[in-house]
């Protein structure tokens, strides 16, 4: 009888049946984009007028909503979500656990007291829920006695309709607070850091004569990730519990030959992303590229630019639609930074920008030189990024991105800035007092004559810097495919808020002291620019040179999540939050303590399945093997007693003196793992599964990765990358 693996195997392999037929037409994906959203066209047609006009008025400039409208607010959109085939609402939101929402659904029906039902739906259930707050992490915020915590809607992110198999529900994207009013979440941080930089970035405007109702982040996350087949996922326990292979040895081809980088997508995969795409469509959401990625069975997919907050409420989204029509075509989506050891692991470009209403500050123009508005803003924005460069890196900072970051696929761990070589000569020109020029961009001619001159950009695209400009916004490349954008982006909201104050506050002293704007501003930039310049690095940043280069700079390297996660107890980064009402000082201690504790409990979780998977599963498959192999040996020495069996002895002795280095490094690995979680504070945990764990667990795959190359195929139980990465 096939074992397992194999019949997986051979499962896989004809699973291009499993391709389905989906309605794709440009009239189709129209007439279905926000069907699913409570939106503008939606909220005109189920509210009173005036109910419709004080909604748009908080959405569209941040109004305070009057309580006294919800019930009319909630009564449309009730009676919308019912017509949609609505059975259940439910507050959406984004608890402490990093990476996944969380939901708790009710239904609309409720009994009238004659034996029936009525559907209830009010501006009491509209504007707040009460999920249990000690259910969640909260860094001793909130103890098992303590377990009151609210849920308040977010009227400037859309309401949507979520569809499942069994029904439809209602979706309020919701904040989460605990009853004694601190932020357990991470929109209500991300929605306070962005009024805050709103705030500061109206009042730099105006100091160049422009008045603005609205300013705003952006964001357009590009997310990366895997497929493989079901069949394969089934077999692996380390992809079911930990989302990567603890084990694997590598495959023969893997991406060397750099054929999988934007090739023919298959029919399988190109079905199952249309109809991702088709399901974000009836959520809003403007998903625009799909393309095959680096590695095999790894692929991409990008949305056009929203503000900040529907931004991040969207890719949640992205990201579960990704895992849940996966199955559909018997696959299963990874999100894990590294699910593949030795082929180039995910990650997820967040592009950010500050603007509004037809502008957006990042906006060079053709002669950045010249742009006094845009050279202050870019100023404000590396001062920021290099002040504050501990907490930019510490946002990106978990288990899952150690293992990419620094690697061939990413930038490194030292946060730098890459502006191309116009711009960088422009800084260095103001830094050190000149006047700044910049000469035309000039188009470049291929020589062929059908071929009309391209259109070249203001600068390169450098995929090795953590945060890279590329026109008229910047790419922060070093955030993880698992990730919540939420985080990183309170970060980068945070920072650029602080460095707007500081800019707007010198300038205003300056000018009130006498000095004409222009004048302002020269000084400003040759201060900043000169002392900040620093952080600029347009180079190979995975060079060794560069390294050495940044440590004379004084810029930081925390290679490991314990590292950098120190960024959060330090006083610069408390003060940065605490400042702009974005984190107090107990939130930010709290967000620590979560953070050490997540960290430390993805090693446990590791280092228990590694043990388990290696001495019930493939030590044992060590053990059939040896044995096989010694019953032949013995069998031909008896029916060839003078056989030359020298080479089989030798292959013998190997598997025999694996299996046992095998068991001796197992238990050195639960060892080691049964010291850390004893280790004391979640700090000091974290440094003893950083430096003992996870080396302990390499030396068991070490050995165990030998095996399968030497153990009959048949015999092995666990899927191979050989098959993961190119049957699917």
């Keep these: ?151 308040a809607w977010d009227p400037t992110s859309p309401v949507f309709i979520k569809e499942g198999i069994n029904g439809k529900t209602l979706t309020i994207p919701t904040a989460f607070c605990s009853y004694t009013g601190e932020a357990l979440d991470l929109k209500t941080p991300l929605l306070r850091s962005n009024e805050a930089l709103a705030k500061q970035a109206a009042r730099l405007l105006k100091i160049f004569g422009k008045d603005v109702d609205r300013v705003s982040a952006s964001v357009g996350p590009e997310q990366e990730y895997f497929l493989i087949d079901k069949a394969f996922f089934t077999l692996r326990p380390d992809l079911i519990a930990c989302g990567r292979t603890l084990f694997g040895a590598a495959p023969p081809k893997g991406q060397e030959l750099e054929d999988q980088y934007f090739g023919s997508i298959r029919p399988r995969i190109l079905a199952y992303m249309q109809e991702c795409e088709l399901e974000l469509f009836k959520l809003g959401i403007p998903a625009k590229t799909r393309h095959n990625e680096v590695a095999p069975a790894q692929f991409e997919l990008a949305p056009v630019y929203e503000s900040i907050n529907i931004g991040a409420d969207h890719h949640l989204m992205v990201m579960q639609i990704l895992k849940d029509t996966a199955p559909k075509y018997g696959l299963v989506c990874l999100l894990h930074e590294k699910p593949f050891k030795g082929v180039n692991g995910s990650g997820k470009h967040n592009n950010w920008s500050v603007g509004g209403p037809g502008f957006n500050l990042l906006e060079p123009g053709p002669t950045p030189h010249d742009n006094v508005q845009f050279l202050t803003v870019l100023a404000a924005i590396l001062r920021g990024v290099d002040k504050y460069q501990g907490a930019l890196r510490a946002a990106v900072a978990d288990a899952g991105n150690d293992h990419r970051l620094g690697a061939n696929e990413a930038p490194p761990a030292i946060i730098s800035a890459f502006l191309g070589t116009q711009l960088s000569a422009i800084v260095e020109q103001l830094a050190s007092g000149k006047a700044a020029s910049g000469g035309a961009i000039p188009e470049l001619k291929l020589g062929v004559t059908p071929i009309p001159p391209l259109r070249m950009d203001a600068t390169d695209r450098n995929r090795t810097s953590p945060f890279a400009f590329t026109g008229n916004k910047f790419e922060f490349r070093a955030q993880g495919s698992s990730a919540n954008i939420m985080l990183v982006n309170t970060v980068l909201n945070a920072l650029c808020a602080e460095s707007f104050d500081f800019v707007a506050t010198k300038l205003e002293a300056d000018i009130k002291g006498g000095k004409d704007l222009n004048t302002a501003v020269a000084g400003l930039l040759k201060s900043v620019f000169s002392e900040h310049k620093r952080i600029v690095f347009d180079g190979n940043n995975y060079s060794e040179e560069w390294h050495a280069e940044a440590k004379k700079r004084g810029l930081r390297n925390h290679k490991t999540t314990p590292e950098a996660l120190k960024a959060w107890s330090e006083k610069e980064t408390i003060e940065l939050f605490s400042k702009y009402g974005i984190l107090s000082e107990k939130e930010s201690e709290s967000r620590a303590e979560i953070y050490y504790e997540r960290y430390n409990k993805v090693l446990n979780i590791e280092a228990s399945m590694t043990v388990e998977m290696a001495r019930n599963i493939i030590f044992p498959a060590a053990l059939n093997y040896q044995k096989q192999l010694a019953d032949s040996l013995a069998s031909t020495k008896a029916a060839a007693p003078k056989a030359d069996l020298a080479s089989q002895e030798k292959q013998l002795e190997k598997i025999a003196g694996l299996a046992s280095s095998l068991l001796s490094k197992i238990d050195a690995l639960s060892a080691v793992t049964a010291k850390a979680a004893e280790a004391g504070s979640a700090h000091h945990q974290a440094d003893k599964y950083v430096g003992d764990v996870f080396p302990a667990m390499q030396a068991v795959r070490e050995v165990a990765d030998q095996l399968e190359l030497i153990v009959d195929d048949e015999l092995w139980p666990l899927p191979k990358y050989r098959e993961m990465l190119f049957v699917y």
Excluded at 34 to 50: H, M, R, T
Excluded at 138 to 143: E, K, M, P
């Design 1 to 151: 009888m096939s074992s397992p693996r194999m019949k997986a195997l051979e499962k896989a392999g004809s699973a291009e049946t499993l391709v389905q037929s989906v309605n794709y037409s440009e009239t189709y994906a129209t007439e279905i984009y926000g069907s699913n959203v409570f939106g503008d066209e939606q909220q005109a047609k189920y509210l009173p007028k005036p109910i419709y006009k004080a909604l748009r008025k908080t959405i569209e400039l941040g109004h305070v909503l009057d309580k006294e409208l919800s019930d009319h607010i909630a009564k449309g959109m009730k009676q919308w979500a019912i017509d949609k085939g609505a059975t259940h609402y439910t507050h959406w939101f984004t608890p402490l656990t990093i990476v996944a929402t969380a939901e708790k659904h009710d239904s609309f029906l409720n009994p009238d007291g004659e034996g029936k039902t009525i559907a209830e739906f009010g501006g009491k259930e509209l504007l707040q829920g009460e999920p249990d707050a000690s259910s969640f992490p909260s860094g001793g915020i909130r103890a098992t006695f303590e377990a009151r915590g609210y849920t």
